[in-house]
């Protein structure tokens, strides 16, 4: 089996879903430019049928874009695909992404329907997306709710019908990971036709279980991953693209690999970020502020030691700055003095006891000690710095 994951980038559409993140198509162009410079393989561009901005947002990115597929939103109904494929039309490598529920959730309760009548509408989407497109992208929405053997009848009988790439999504992020990477090997193992396609994950983060299903996913067969920048998305939000392709580029022995330029997934955060007007938890895996920052004296001390003593990540590797030592009534010595080095002063034994208690002191009243308050404790104990 191919050990490339491909990387389906949806900050886009289901991003941008997020209340008060909404862009404007330049806002759109300028970061479909970044992500394919990141080395996104799929941009989903957005919903075209949605809005004439959308579709005109779409058509846009489409002339931009050089390498990566763009990829247009559709419902399983003739006039959203035709939609997205007008949307489509100059780019230079496009695929439709439509499909409709699985569940008997959304069966019963949103389409009002019965499992007949959606396998019938499933192949009649698919069939019709494939005489304007090549490429055909199927979702069937709730797999993660689903029964298994009524959702393999269904995706055999689309990819039967042409589709390229099956998308399998926990739309409301309920699986455990566990049962979803059973979900993917069920589907491998029952599915006539599958190793012809591309199995895609999609999870959502309802349970904060997004970004360890897709890795549960593509453990057991799928090769392409639809996450977003920060995790942003619908509700909870989406699989993280920092957080699973930093997994597989940690954990090598996987042997799953991308061809995401790590070194700028910090810069597309901020980015990301700012033009969604939606700050980054400072906690946050890999892109956070606080995500290679060391406070407690412990951990300064290792990290100063050997630095692989607490970070798994060299920052460098995600275009982070490097790591930080944050001096708090936690810190030690150890990371007391080192601060102190780089500002010029070279304490002896006895002099750094006496600033250190002096520091606390300080630590207490304020919760993190900046350099000039350290300038200040050394100008009250009479030390100079060394030019």
């Known amino acids: ?17 997020v209340p008060g993140c909404q862009l ?8 479909a430019r970044e992500l394919e410079a990141l080395g996104v393989d799929v941009i989903e561009a957005g919903f075209p049928i949605s809005s004439p901005e959308d579709f005109r947002s779409v058509q846009e990115i489409s002339k931009v874009v050089k ?19 007008d949307a489509l039309q100059y780019a230079k490598r496009k695929r439709i992404h439509t499909g409709l529920g699985a569940s008997d959730f959304h069966i019963q309760h949103k389409f009002r329907s019965n ?5 019938e509408r499933a192949v009649r989407a698919v069939k019709y997306a494939k005489s304007l497109v090549e490429d055909v992208e199927f979702f069937a929405e709730d797999a993660g709710r689903a029964d298994p053997v009524y959702l393999a009848k269904m995706v055999e009988l689309v990819i039967a019908a042409g589709a390229t790439v099956i998308n399998v999504p926990d739309t409301t992020g309920y699986c455990l990971p566990h049962e979803y990477g059973q979900k993917i090997k069920y589907l491998v193992e029952n599915v006539k036709g599958i190793d012809r396609v591309t199995i895609s994950v999609h999870c959502h983060n309802d349970l904060g279980l997004a970004t360890a299903n897709s890795l549960y996913g593509l453990i057991n067969g799928a090769r392409q991953v639809e996450c977003t920048i920060n995790g942003i998305g619908e509700r909870a939000g989406n699989t993280s693209l920092e957080e699973i392709v930093m997994i597989l580029k940690t954990h090598a022995y996987l042997g799953l690999e991308t061809n995401i330029k790590t070194q700028q997934l910090c810069p597309v955060s901020k980015l990301v970020s700012r033009l969604m007007r939606m700050p980054v ?8 502020a606080n995500a290679f920052a060391h406070s407690s004296g412990i951990h300064q001390d290792g990290v100063l030691k050997h630095r692989e003593n607490y970070e798994i990540i060299n920052p460098t590797d995600v275009g982070a ?11 030690g010595r150890a990371a007391l003095n080192f601060r102190l080095e780089k500002l010029g002063f070279k304490l002896t034994r006895e002099e750094l006891d006496i600033a250190y208690e002096q520091f606390l002191i300080i630590a207490d ?12 404790l050394m100008e009250k104990m009479k030390l100079k710095a060394e030019v």
């Open 115 to 119: 499992r007949e009548e959606m396998l």
């Open 281 to 288: 938890q400072p906690n946050k895996a890999i892109v956070g």
């Open 67 to 85: 390498e990566a597929i763009v990829c247009g939103l559709s419902r399983a109904v003739e006039k959203d695909i035709k939609a997205a494929a």
């Open 321 to 331: 700055e490097g790591s930080k030592i944050v001096l708090t009534a936690r810190s």
């Open 365 to 376: 009243q304020c919760k993190n000690v900046d350099d000039d308050q350290l300038c200040q």
């Open 24 to 31: 404007n198509t330049q806002e759109k162009i300028m970061l």
């Open 1 to 17: 089996m191919n050990n490339r994951v491909y990387v389906f980038d949806t900050t886009l559409r289901d991003g941008e879903q």
